[in-house]
């Protein structure tokens, strides 16, 4: 895997929204490994801990710190480096805190979306975009049968909702501007990836569940859970950054074919409830406990989602390497490395990514 994807991306030109995010900064130290040149694009890092100053961001890029809504700084700095590939990841990720900022998260994850799509128009050259929205865009309903790329897109919460707008916009300029059928005009392969859930070393947001056991373990408190039977297609997160890899890998090759979108998930005995993932990570830390403090009023939070895979294993060669115990344990490995060592977790990071990519 390692010499096909360093194949396509080595000495090539990659524009990277959001790398200085959880799933940016995977994605970013991966490129870097393949030998891309990347120009990464982003609000700044939150605090000192954040994955993209631990693996030394800024050494591996050219860092632009800004925001998606300005439309003419986003479309100078994607024109002015003429990029080979878009990797668009940027966004408001969080679904509690779209409840609190639902008209921002609308305009960052649906006119932002635009915005970087506008600017990839204006590039007279052929151009390869990955755009990744979640697991949630689905209209959920709750049953066990896992979604297809094909179902009914739609959203609860702001954050969901936004990301199925997002996929209208990527829809439509698709349809409008990119359409493969004058592709040979244009020259612009557009294709989706849909995952979420993904746990993994550097994640400190608040209200997710990884980044919650790390922090309490680190200090022997319980952690707080508030839907212990929600279930999740959990993945590490380095499966998804591969799959989106291995989709403009397939572009670039075969841009009218893989130009839609695609499920990136666990196999679906992996789909585990909050309860048994933080089970496994207590194992895997060796100690830890936990407590369900179910809040009045809190905002709706799916309880049920799973994902099929099929059409990313079939068309793209892709699949899962990891069982959720392996993708746990390799994760709260992360955390104990940080914990214990903090200077050598660029490194260690570093090997948890060439590892994968070797096995």
Known sequence: MFKQLE????????????????????????LSLLGAEVKGYALAPKTVDDLFHLIDGDTICTSVIADLRDKKRLEEEI????PDFVFHLAAQPLVRLSYEIPAETFEVNVIGT??????VRLLDKKCNVVLITTDKVYQNKEWIYPYRENDRLGGYDPYSASKACAELVIDSYRNSFFNTKTH??????????RAGNVIGGGDWSKDRLIPDIAKAFAIESPVVIRNPNSVRPWQHVLEPVIGYLLLGANLASDPIKFSQAYNFGPHLSDALSVEEMLKLAIASWGKGGYKVEKEEGQPHEAGLLKLDISKAISELKWQPKMNAKKAVSMTMDWYSEFYRNKKGINQFTYLQITNYLNV
């Open 7 to 30: 194949e396509t991306y080595q000495g090539k030109k990659v524009f990277l929204t959001g790398h200085t995010g959880f799933k940016g900064a995977w994605l970013l130290k991966t």
């Open 79 to 82: 024109i002015s480096f003429q």
């Open 114 to 119: 635009a915005n970087v799509l506008d600017a």
């Open 184 to 193: 040979d005009t244009h020259q612009k392969a557009i294709a989706v990836a």
